[in-house]
């Protein structure tokens, strides 16, 4: 902390962004004010700060004057931190010895229209800069080894791929998955576009693999309780719910010989309790001891312990297995990994909300999901579309896009849900396919087919029949006696009311995120879009990892994809949560917390302020003083921030940094 | 400059995760605000020292804006919680030395609310106008 | 654009029917309704909801989302003059329905308002307005309804301004402070001309 | 007792007064009492007068509730359209300080002024509010059952619409005016399109006669195919429509409908032992004798 006291010696550095600063910040102003300021020795100015020579300048100028420290003066630590630390330890200074002032993301281009008003805040921004700056000190950041393990959670397409991924690059992962099959919503779907190969068909290979990876450590019907720890040493604790049944492994691992489930199904068929199948939208029956569909993995079979009245004819049936265990509990597991993967996913928006369609209100208008389970051979219907109603085939299906989406009223979304355009293109396709001469009408306001042959398939379908009408549904009636729906809307292409009697119509709702994601990133601490989204730490350059380091994203979780894009960014997120495990180590930035132990008075009123329990008391040298423990501690600082006696240093934010910025501002400046 | 329109100062004290984030968002955005405000980054508002305020005050500075995330969403945890009690006490404080608590403000802006730091920034400034110069700073002329 | 045809038939025939963004529109327009009609207009992205749900739609002409397109694009005259524009039953399930949250309903209203300003007003609204000045009511009593009244155990009089007639110089006042009287019988009178 | 200044605007008075006087006796009867409101006037007409000068309409409206306001009571009216005015208006001078003094300004030529003391409520929703009266309540004041008769709704567009600015929840597929109608011992029948406007609104009735008797022609094919005997609504310029429209769509189109339309009101009163004379039933352009014979 006090080697030699040395005057400092800053170098200023005033950036243009081409003209994103220069345009209405007068840099040269700010560049001769900067010079004008206490302990600064250079300050220079240029047209992009972060280009080559822009950092040659920092590097050349650390040497040439001697300088202590480096101000830039340019976009957000956010985005350039990095590249100007870089340049400060290149020009042989420690690289915590720079400081940014943010002249463009919350000055320029906020204040576009007061060049006065925006160089002023400029010049204030510096100051309180250069006031840091000078008390800046050679820090260094700690290294910790990285667990050589990683976990995904969800595992629909996109957790299943990143876990394969990660797998195969000889990773062992966890694949965390809530309910009892890993599949998520692609296993729902029956034809995927523009393609049109079969769902089920491209997806069950890869469900089959990581149930048998020898790097994959497959966790169904698990939840995660609880998060500790930090990038490269997560420690999670896993709540395996009871599932009333011991796979074969389990069984073996208790003792039991030969025994455990192996999918015989011999236990529903006498279970007496019956409920809806959640897997078909409830359109099917199940047993209170299930599974959703026979392709599952693992083929184990579950106890719905809600419906489930103990009369123990499963348990009979199941015999010398002895797989059923209907006292069964939750039990806990902890895990160490060094980098975690969230592919939570999406569920329907509730589009009975959106009163005016009539969803379930009258029996023939379904959601789009519900339409791929009636579509799909291995659905309720065994692929037969019929009407909820009377079990009649339809011969005419309105398909209504965004049902709930593009809607700011707020009670829909304002998003674009992206897919749906597609595969309702894909429906109309599949009623024409499926049921000769059903003609289907698609009321939009666009069709996005924005993929690779996504317009090709939007040809394919026009020129296969398909009614397009360009206008929002206004609402849908409902004849009593036959049941059939009427679809009003203007068809804004002729300028007149439609009124089309349909048979069925299809809402294709929006989407949102799934129930559980507000609880499971409050958990791994990643922040959300305003609508709920996880949010990634960038949107363009970094958009599958998130602000909190460790944790990526991949899938519908971060925002509306389609099959494509889920995969092609779990296998971005599995690449880049395998970098800090395969580099073996990571360093954490050097913010800790340090004792003043000469003002410590020992009253531990800052231990219960930690989150992270990084802060002790003990003795020494006969006192009673706080520890604290590096590598537990992440450095927000909480804990400086209540320190009645000022015993606390937080690294890199100081309190005579913090109170020399305050000072800057308030007491600097032009007299 | 004292002929001039009176340009208050203000200084805001906000964490990296949530508003300074949301206050870049406005940028990229282009939403635009009043310049007024001055920012100070830390990485968490747990981190920020009441007597960091009253020396902003002692100083002269007629407000004192202290944004972080939402409750719930704060990146360490609980750190905006903590702030926000020692806000509530600080406000009672300042009353008791003849300073309207209105001057000190907390918010909370998450990464995506770029509108709302806007909106927070033309409210401060505004406020703090009506308020006038802080009675500090008056006794100090 | 005049073409300079010598046939007066011919010039109406043949006129222009261009769109023309930069003459055509009044920038104002916009602005004036989405000041008097408290709505963000200007948001519409034409889907068609409110003529979907409009009751006069399928039995005129009427389209109300055309009234918003015009209203974006500043077509005050081709707005205002359309008798369409007095078809709207104000029933707002257009309101209720817009995606975008506009009330295309209270837009209408806004339009209405401007147009009454050039003296485009259907007679039965002038009358409305010279009931309430004389009578405080726009379907006042009569002999046949206060006979019923009186039945009824009721009053002849309403407790309205029926009953205390000394409240109707009050609402003359409002009335007057808008001129909206003199304008009544001034467009009413050039009507029976 | 809940007490409450009653507005009574135009129509009810003036044409339907049986509407008037049921509401008085029915209310009292679950424990509202309807307080005259001395001096007030047309409400003013929402499509009317909002047609043509949206200053006027509030300043007029906020002269009617600042009467209230003179008598410290909220205000309770029986017509959707009043209902528009007077509710809207208060509720949007409450927000909007910038339209409170426009109006205030013009108020301050007769000495009144607006202050946003009271709340506006339609008597058939403190009818089905639990705190006021509640369906229990109405159930209980019933002495003749409409039992066997098959009653169809139409709420009216004002009442509801736009939902952003009432308090109700729904405007698609409501369902407590029914309730209320069901506890009288009717049943209250569902017919297609029952949210459609009655077609009167917006000044199309004096427009566009035959336009707007289209509308309601199309209600009454609807609501004859679910085989009601009497329709119900809480409007009096909706019963207008649909009372004399039945005369003047025979009169245009040639077709007779023979539908009686009773304001809620009535029917209450109906139900709780008014006789047909004490509510004017014979004012009524369509005779609901079919009606009544089916109670009496």
């Not at chain 3, 009427?62 to 918003?68: D, E, G, T, V």
Request: contains cysteine.
């Amino acid at each position: 902390m006090a080697e030699e006291i040395k005057q400092p010696r800053i170098g200023v550095f005033v950036c243009h962004c081409g003209t994103n600063i220069a345009g209405t910040i007068d840099v040269e102003a700010v560049k001769d004010y900067a010079a004008t300021l206490p302990n600064v020795a250079v300050a220079d100015h240029y047209q992009y700060m972060c280009s080559t020579p822009g950092q040659q300048m920092i590097q050349d100028a650390i040497k040439e004057h001697d300088l202590t420290g480096v101000v830039v003066a340019a976009c957000t630590p956010r985005l350039h931190e990095p590249t100007f630390r870089t340049a400060t330890k290149e020009g042989g200074l420690n690289p915590f010895r720079f400081e940014m002032a943010n002249i463009r993301d919350q000055n320029s281009w906020v204040h576009m229209h007061d060049a006065e008003g925006a160089t002023e805040k400029a010049k204030d921004a510096v100051r309180i800069a250069v006031a840091k700056a000078s008390l800046l000190e050679d820090l260094y950041p700690k290294s910790v080894p990285v667990e050589h393990a990683a976990m995904v959670v969800g595992a629909g397409v996109g957790g299943i791929q990143a876990a394969l991924d990660l797998a195969n690059a000889g990773i062992k992962t966890y694949l965390i998955e809530k309910s009892p099959t890993v599949g998520g919503r692609m296993s729902q779907l029956d034809k995927t576009f523009p393609t049109l190969d079969c769902s089920q068909c491209i997806l069950t290979p890869k469900m089959v693999d990581v149930g048998r990876h020898p790097n994959i450590e497959l966790h169904t019907y698990t939840e995660v309780e609880a998060v500790d720890g930090y990038i490269g040493n997560f420690e999670i604790t896993l709540r395996k719910k009871a599932r009333g049944v011991m796979s074969q492994d389990e069984a073996t691992a208790k003792g039991i010989v030969g025994g455990g489930c192996n999918g015989c199904g011999d236990c529903e068929a006498v279970c007496p309790v019956i409920k809806p199948n959640p897997f078909e939208l409830g359109m099917a029956p199940r047993k209170a001891i299930y599974i959703y569909h026979p392709q599952v993995v693992p083929l184990v079979y579950t106890v719905d312990f809600d419906s489930c009245v103990k009369c123990g004819l499963c348990v009979e049936a199941c015999g010398d297995k002895k797989a059923i265990d209907l006292e069964m509990e939750d039990t806990f597991e902890t895990v160490k990994v060094g980098s975690v993967i969230l592919a939570t996913g999406y569920e329907i928006f509730p589009v009975e909300k959106k009163r005016e369609w009539g969803y379930k209100q009258f029996d023939n208008v379904i959601t789009s999901l519900e339409f791929e389970r009636l579509i799909c051979a291995s659905g309720p219907t065994g692929g037969h579309l019929v009407r909820p109603s009377d079990g009649e085939t339809p011969m005419k299906v309105a398909f209504l896009l965004c049902a709930g989406s593009r809607d700011n009223t707020g009670v829909g979304k304002p998003y674009c849900s992206r897919f749906c355009c597609m595969y309702s293109l894909k429906h109309a396709h599949q009623v024409m396919e499926k049921i000769p001469g059903c003609q289907p009408y698609i009321f939009y306001m666009d069709i996005r087919s924005f993929g690779k042959m996504y317009e090709e398939f939007y040809y394919r379908i026009q020129n296969e029949g398909a009614k397009f009408i360009r206008g929002r549904v206004a609402n849908i009636l409902e004849d009593p006696k036959t049941k059939n729906l009427h679809v009003y809307a203007e068809d804004t292409l002729l300028g007149r009311p439609v009124d089309i009697e349909v048979d069925m119509a299809v809402l294709a709702a929006a989407i949102q995120p799934a129930a559980d994601t507000d609880h499971v990133r409050h958990l791994f601490g990643v922040s959300c879009s305003q609508d709920g989204w996880l949010l990634e730490a960038h949107p363009k350059l970094n958009p599958c990892g998130t602000t909190t380091a460790g944790i990526f994203l991949a899938g519908v979780c971060q925002g509306p994809k389609d099959i494509p894009d889920t995969v092609a960014q779990a296998e971005g997120a599995a690449s880049a949560a395998s970098i800090p495990i395969h580099m073996g180590k990571v360093d954490l930035e050097p913010y800790f917390a340090q004792c003043i132990e000469e003002k410590c008075a020992g009253c531990g009123m800052c231990v219960n302020q930690c989150p992270y329990s990084a802060l002790d008391l003990i003795e020494k040298d006969g006192r009673t003083v706080m520890h604290v423990t590096e590598a537990k501690c992440k450095g927000c600082g909480t804990c400086g921030g209540f320190c009645p006696g000022g015993a606390i240093y937080m690294q890199h934010f100081t309190t005579p940094q913090i109170v020399a910025q305050i000072d800057a501002f308030l007491l600097g400046g032009e007299e | 400059m004292a002929e001039e329109e009176w340009q208050p100062k203000i200084i805001a004290i906000i964490c990296n995760w949530c508003s300074y984030a949301g206050a870049d968002l406005a940028g990229s955005a282009r939403t635009q605000y009043p310049p007024d405000v001055r920012a100070i980054r830390v990485m968490c508002t747990g981190r920020v020292d009441p007597l960091f305020i009253m020396k902003a005050f002692a100083d002269g500075a007629d407000g004192v804006l202290v944004s972080g995330c939402h409750f719930g969403d704060c990146h360490y945890i609980a750190g905006n919680y903590k702030c926000a009690k020692r806000m509530f006490l600080l406000k009672s404080v300042l009353k008791d030395l003849g300073i309207d608590d209105h001057r000190l403000r907390m918010t909370f802006v998450s990464a995506s609310e770029g509108a709302k730091w806007a909106m927070v920034m033309e409210d401060v400034v505004k406020t703090i106008k009506e308020l006038g110069p802080s009675p500090i700073n008056q006794l100090k002329q | 654009m005049a073409k300079g045809y010598n046939d007066p038939a011919m010039e109406e025939k043949f006129q222009d029917r261009y769109f023309h963004a930069t003459t055509e529109t009044n920038p104002e327009f916009i602005k004036e309704i989405e000041r008097l009609g408290r709505t963000h207009a200007h948001m519409c992205f034409q889907c068609g909801t409110c003529t979907g749900s409009c009751p006069s739609a399928p039995r005129s002409s009427y389209r109300i989302r055309k009234f918003m397109r015009r209203a974006v694009l500043g077509l005050e005259k081709e707005a205002l003059t359309d008798p369409d524009l007095w078809l709207c039953t104000t029933c707002y399930s257009c309101a209720d329905r817009c995606p975008r949250d506009i009330a295309p309903t209270d837009v209408i209203m806004a339009m209405r308002n401007l147009a009454f300003k050039e003296d485009i007003v259907p007679r039965n609204f002038l009358k409305t307005i010279q009931l309430i000045y004389k009578t405080g009511h726009g379907v006042p009593n009569n002999d046949a309804n206060r006979a019923a009244r009186l039945k009824l155990g009721l009053e002849a009089e309403p407790e309205t301004t029926h009953k205390y007639p000394e409240f109707i110089p009050g609402i003359q006042k409002i009335l007057d402070h808008y001129d909206m009287k003199e304008t009544a019988d001034r467009i009413l009178s050039e009507g029976e001309q | 007792m809940h007490e409450y200044a009653f507005f009574l605007g135009c129509i009810a008075p003036n044409r339907y007064p049986g509407c008037e006087a049921a509401a008085i006796r029915t209310s009292r009867n679950v424990g509202i009492e309807l307080l005259p409101l001395k001096g007030a006037s047309c409400c003013p007409a929402p499509g009317a007068f909002g047609a043509v000068d949206l200053r006027v309409w509030y300043a007029m409206a906020a002269r009617n509730i600042c009467l209230a306001e003179e008598m410290g009571k909220d205000i309770t009216l029986i017509c959707n359209g009043c209902y528009k005015s007077i509710y809207e208006v208060n509720e949007r001078l409450k927000e909007d300080d910038e339209l409170r003094d426009e109006a205030n300004e013009v108020l301050a030529e007769i000495d009144m002024e607006f202050k946003g003391s009271v709340d506006v409520y339609h008597l058939a929703e403190l009818y089905y509010d639990p705190k006021v009266c509640g369906v229990e309540k109405i159930r209980e004041s019933v002495v003749r059952p409409l039992d066997g008769t098959k009653i169809a709704v139409h709420y009216g567009c004002h009442l509801l619409k736009p939902l952003k600015e009432r308090r109700f929840t729904n405007s698609e597929n409501p369902m407590w005016i029914e309730e209320l109608v069901d506890a009288l011992g009717a049943e209250a029948v569902q017919y297609r399109n029952k949210m459609q406007c009655c077609g009167a609104g917006g000044g199309v009735r004096g427009f566009d006669l035959a336009h707007s008797l289209d509308i309601t022609n199309e209600k009454m094919i609807n609501i004859a195919e679910a085989g009601a005997d009497a329709l119900t609504e809480v409007c009096p310029f909706c019963q207008l429509q649909f009372d004399r429209g039945q005369v003047e769509i025979k009169d245009k189109f040639g077709i007779e409908w023979g539908l009686p339309v009773l304001h809620y009101n009535e029917l209450l009163g109906l139900a709780q032992g008014m006789s047909p004379q004490e509510l004017a039933l014979d004012l009524h352009a369509i005779d609901c004798k079919p009606f009544l014979d089916k109670i009496l």
